[in-house]
T-cell receptor, first 115, second 114 residues
């Protein structure tokens, strides 16, 4: 049971470059999420998706783009990376298509440094 | 809007001490869920517990216990007889509304020493 896998796990990139973080889940969960973790802020939601081809903004979406052409994949793209996007990025998923009370499971995180 | 406050940034205890991590939440929804996650030094987020707003019974799982009080909007987490392996950052989170997304607190770093 692979769960959620993120790649790359570690990435250093230069300011202005485009970077894509990949997320793949094997549970066929409806919901998928991208969070970023920064000291003093906890985890903040960037984007989420309720199903394939349905995405919505979270708390901090600026500078990021997502897509979800297949249920199992939810890539996050930084179109032009900035130093403020240096962070740890977590992908997550949950089972049920609607409502709350659904446990969200997280991937292992992707450490991104923008220099 | 949802909000979660973890006022304790960092706590240090000696092994075998009991420790309580505080969590206060804000929401206007009447149906909501509260979560605790553990983030050990390796970095992954480990799910610990989920509690719905209609169930105020305290829960105990081994050395872990949770106290949910709607009257004070708190969902505190106690570790009894702490161990070095409990050293981690602990996050409290709130899930409310129509989507499944979580609102996290800023986390409490727990350091357990010998």
């Amino acid at each position: 049971d692979a769960g959620i896998t993120q790649s790359p796990r570690y990435k250093i990139t230069e300011t202005g470059r485009q970077v894509t973080l990949m997320c793949h889940q094997t549970w066929s969960h409806s919901y998928m999420f991208w969070y970023r973790q920064d000291l003093g802020h906890g985890l903040r939601l960037i984007y989420y998706s309720a199903a394939a081809d349905i995405t919505d903004k979270g708390e901090v979406p600026d500078g990021y783009v997502v897509s979800r052409s297949k249920t199992e994949n939810f890539p996050l793209t930084l179109e032009s990376a900035t130093r403020s996007q240096t962070s740890v990025y977590f992908c997550a998923s949950s089972r049920v298509a609607s409502g709350t009370g659904n446990t969200i499971y997280f991937g292992e995180g992707s450490w991104l440094t923008v220099v | 809007a949802q909000k979660v406050t973890q006022a304790q940034t960092e706590i240090s205890v000696v092994e075998k001490e009991d420790v309580t991590l505080d969590c206060v939440y804000e929401t206007r929804d009447t149906t909501y869920y509260l979560f605790w996650y553990k983030q050990p030094p390796s970095g992954e987020l480990v799910f610990l517990i989920r509690r719905n707003s209609f169930d105020e019974q305290n829960e105990i799982s081994g050395r872990y216990s949770w106290n949910f009080q709607k009257s004070t909007s708190s969902f505190n987490f106690t570790i009894t007889a702490s161990q070095v392996v409990d050293s981690a950052v602990y996050f409290c989170a709130l899930q409310a509304g129509t989507a499944s997304k979580l609102t996290f607190g800023t986390g409490t770093r727990l350091q357990v020493t010998l």
